[in-house]
């Protein structure tokens, strides 16, 4: 499983961002569920007006509950939850 070039440009971006101390965290509403957001941003400017650039947002309680990892045992698959067992 390869990472697409887009996500790696945002990557590199965002480090540069973080580099030069220009992040926002900044609060959202999702766009689907209207739900608050707490959003990365990168700051840039525009003249004398100022940019924000959403990168992503962080993850609300557990991030492990969240987000699947790639399995280690299989290069194109993520692990899995054990499925819970009925009592």
Do not use: K, W
């Not at 959202?28 to 007006?49: E, K």
Request: charged share 20%; net charge negative.
């Amino acid at each position: 499983m390869s990472i697409p070039s887009y996500a790696r440009t945002n990557f590199q971006t965002l480090l540069r961002a973080a580099g030069d101390g220009n992040l926002a965290l900044m609060e959202c509403l999702d766009a689907a569920t209207g739900n608050p957001r707490y959003v990365i941003c990168a700051v840039g400017r525009d003249d004398s007006d100022y940019v924000f650039t959403p990168f992503g947002h962080l993850a609300e309680g557990n991030p492990y509950d969240t987000y699947l990892p790639p399995d280690p045992d299989n290069p194109e698959g993520f692990v899995r939850p054990e499925p819970e067992e009925a009592p």
